[in-house]
């Protein structure tokens, strides 16, 4: 089955202890990206990459890393949390940077 | 400006009638236009996709597209209780993030309920 998979579904953790989010994806996508989505503001683009080994800044990148050394995995990593990057967390990937995009389950993270 | 906007709602309708859920664009040159489907606390789900100015109908959902007024909407027609979600718009665009790099940019969904 084609799908995006991420892990955890669910995260509560405390500030300042490093965490990792995993995406995999199964359909050759070149296109991934990580949004966070929080109440009344939509959709936001933390990190995108165009292919393996390129990764470029979203609209909030800040206080978030990733990686791309496989085509399949692109992990967000927060090294430090914060209370302030408590939200649900979406990993989509896609052929094309503008074509139609899939997503993950989600990850719903809690910085206490 | 925002890229995508769409209205936030939330918009009501009753169970039965026709939902209109709209969309404008920013950038002339997107070619790739998508309606998801959010149920709370989901990921999104793509629902219908457009490329060409006019009408595309997939069951009770039909997409419309003009590029010229820079504007896509979604109907949805015989509104049950469980269409009620919130609708995404997304456009192929470019993003002054991504240093004019073109990518699928989300608006900020359109909260619609169904009522029996």
């Known amino acids: 089955e084609a799908q995006v998979t991420q892990n955890p579904r669910y995260l509560i953790t405390v500030t300042g202890k490093k965490l990792t989010v995993t995406c995999s994806q199964n359909?050759?996508?070149?296109?991934m990206s990580w949004y966070r989505q929080d109440p009344g503001l939509g959709l936001r683009q933390i990190y995108y990459s165009m292919n393996v080994e390129v990764t470029d800044k979203g609209d909030v990148p800040e206080g978030y890393k990733v990686s791309r050394k496989e085509k399949r995995n692109f992990p967000l990593i927060l090294e430090s949390p914060s209370p302030n990057q408590t939200s649900l967390y979406f990993c989509?990937?896609?052929?094309?940077?503008?074509?139609?995009?899939?997503f993950g389950q989600g990850t719903r993270l809690t910085v206490v | 400006q925002k890229e995508v906007e769409q209205n936030s709602g939330p918009l009501s309708v009753p169970e039965g009638a026709i939902a209109s859920l709209n969309c404008t664009y920013s950038d002339r040159g997107s070619q790739s236009f998508f309606w998801y489907r959010q149920y709370s606390g989901k990921s999104p789900e793509l629902i219908m996709s457009?490329?060409?100015?006019g009408d595309k109908e997939d069951g009770r959902f039909t997409a419309q597209l003009n590029k010229a007024s820079q504007y896509v909407s979604l109907l949805i027609r015989d509104s049950q209780p469980s269409d009620s979600a919130t609708y995404l718009c997304a456009v192929n665009a470019e993003r002054i993030s991504s240093g004019s790099a073109r990518q699928l940019t989300f608006g900020s969904g359109t909260q619609l309920t169904v009522l029996p």
């Open positions: 359909m050759n996508h070149e296109y």
């Open positions: 989509a990937s896609g052929p094309r940077p503008t074509s139609e995009a899939f």
């Open positions: 457009i490329y060409s100015n």
